[in-house]
């Protein structure tokens, strides 16, 4: 078989580099781009809903979210991104062959695919992030209606993007479609450049 | 418009992709007729003035098939619920 190990890099290579840009002397926004994370897709099987539960439970502890949220236990997370859909997600030693452990883990009860490549991931934080989510993002992010465990699958810029909201710093989560990452970082930018950004050496 | 996905919220329509009428059904094609029903239920559709029932799909949310009751005259929704496990 062939091995494309040599082959890792983020999309974003190329297009980015560690620094700060837009406004000077401010910084508005931060922006680490997270390449450690594994994901795996899991869709219950038809009737399989309440043994998928009992069994996320035992083999990672996880209660599985019944809604647009996140629960975490440990290095791994689930969250609901439709009825009877979650995506996993691991970062650490949970990561290597993340898809592969947790089919034989659930497989019975749920298809499991690997999207550990699929997805383009951003964490942001700082004093202006809620401005430049706001110019984007068609979901009502205020405190009272979005809080630290929420994820929301929406559109912004047109990019499909599922944003996770970690704590209450606020520190949000965004996950765009990889091919997709130039034109999501092109939007990223140009919103975040009024109150100037760094971007974090990942 | 905004629809109340019963998965994500509230959303702007822009999220969703409409399909159309929620309630016709595939006629079976063994019966007799089923030329004229095929006809029928592939190119037919009433124009209701009032409430309708649709099936729209949050292909920019939970990827759920919803069937959404409108009033076609001012577009007010009165009830949202999953297609899936539905009667459809
Ligand atoms: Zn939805």
Known sequence: MVSFAGLERSTLDGLVRPGHYGRAGATGLLIEERRDLAFASVTAKRGKRFALVNAVNTAFGVALPDGPRRATRGSVTFAGTGPDQWIASADGSEAAGFANKVRARIGPFAAVSDQSDARLVLRLSGPRVCDVLAKGVPVDLHAQAFKPGDIACTVVSY???????????????????????????????????????????? | MRIPCPYCGPRGNDEFIYLGDATVRRPDPQALGASDAFYEYVYLRDNPSGLHQELWYHGGGCRSWLVVTRNTRTHEISDVTFAAGGKL
Do not use: C, K
């Open chain 1, 159 to 202: 990019i499909n993007t599922q944003i996770d909201m970690l704590d209450d710093a606020p520190t949000y989560q965004l996950a765009a479609p990889r091919s997709m990452a130039g034109s999501f970082w092109s939007w990223l930018t140009a919103s975040a450049a009024e109150f100037g950004y760094d971007v974090i050496a990942p």
